[in-house]
C-alpha cells in the first residue's frame, strides 16, 4: 500500500480533459512540493512536473499540476493518443525520512 | 547529454548478492544528489536509497535497510548499489536517478533500468 494515494486508473477520448489526484498527508504532501513523472510502460519514468505546478523544458502546457494542503492534482487538456502512460506523484516524507510515490494511475485514452 | 546507464543485472538465487552499477556522463556528477529507484514486475515505483553528492548523507528504504549498501565514485562518475541477502520481493528494474535541487528537489533524470530476478 502506496503512502501517496492514487486512483488506479483514468479515462478521456482525444480532445478532453482529464485530472488524476494525488492524496497524502501532513508529513509529505502538506509539507513538502509534489512531483509527477510519466512513464510509458517499458521504458524509464520521467519528469513530467516539479514543485507543484512547474513544468520542464519539453513537456507540454497541456500538462498542468496543482497543490491545496494534503493533496495535489495533475491535470492533462486536449487529451492525446500519446498521453497514455502511467502517472506517479511523488514527495519527501518527514516522518519516513523518504521520498514516497503515489501507487501510479494508467491512462487510457479512448 | 545527460545520460545515466545502468549496468550489473541479472537472475541471482535467494540469499546471493549483486553489485549494480550506474554510469554518468554529461553532467557534473560530483555536484548533485543521486537515487535508486525500483520497480517489481507490474508494480508501482519504489524508493530504495539515496546518497549525498560527498557519501556524507546515505539513506535507505526500510524494505532495504542493512542489506543493501549505496556509493559512489565522483572521479570515475559512477553509483552502485550492493545488494546482498536478496529475497524474491527484490525481484525488479532498478533505475538509477539524478536528483536536482535546483529549485525544489526532484528526480529529473532517469536511467534505462537494469533488471534484477532473485529466483531458485
Known amino acids: 500500500q502506496s503512502v501517496l494515494t492514487q486512483p488506479p486508473s483514468a479515462s478521456g477520448t482525444p480532445g478532453q480533459r482529464v485530472t488524476i489526484s494525488c492524496s497524502g498527508s501532513s508529513s509529505n504532501i502538506g509539507s513538502h512540493s509534489l512531483n509527477w513523472y510519466r512513464q510509458v510502460p517499458g521504458t524509464a519514468p520521467s519528469l513530467l512536473i516539479y514543485t507543484n505546478d512547474q513544468r520542464p523544458s519539453g513537456v507540454p502546457d497541456r500538462f498542468s499540476g496543482s497543490k491545496s494542503g494534503t493533496s495535489a492534482s495533475l491535470a492533462i487538456s486536449g487529451l492525446q493518443s500519446e498521453d497514455e502512460a502511467d502517472y506517479y506523484c511523488?514527495?519527501?516524507?518527514?516522518?519516513?525520512?523518504?521520498?514516497?510515490f503515489g501507487g501510479g494511475t494508467k491512462l487510457t485514452v479512448l | 547529454e545527460v545520460q545515466l546507464v545502468e549496468s550489473g543485472g541479472g537472475l541471482v538465487r535467494p540469499g546471493g548478492s549483486l553489485r549494480l552499477s550506474c554510469a554518468n556522463s554529461?553532467?557534473?556528477?560530483?555536484?548533485?544528489?543521486m537515487q535508486w529507484v525500483r520497480q517489481a514486475p507490474g508494480k508501482g515505483l519504489e524508493w530504495v536509497s539515496y546518497?549525498?553528492?560527498?557519501?556524507?548523507?546515505?539513506l535507505y528504504a526500510d524494505s532495504v535497510k542493512g542489506r543493501f549498501t549505496v556509493s559512489r565514485d565522483n572521479a570515475k562518475n559512477s553509483l552502485y548499489l550492493q545488494m546482498n541477502s536478496l529475497r524474491a520481493e527484490d525481484t525488479a528494474v532498478y533505475y538509477c536517478a539524478r536528483e536536482d535541487c535546483s529549485n525544489t528537489c526532484s528526480f529529473d533524470q532517469w536511467g534505462q533500468g537494469t533488471l534484477v530476478t532473485v529466483s531458485s
Open positions: 511523488s514527495a519527501w516524507d518527514d516522518y519516513l525520512n523518504a521520498w514516497v
Open positions: 554529461g553532467f557534473t556528477f560530483s555536484n548533485y544528489k
Open positions: 546518497i549525498s553528492p560527498t557519501s556524507t548523507t546515505i
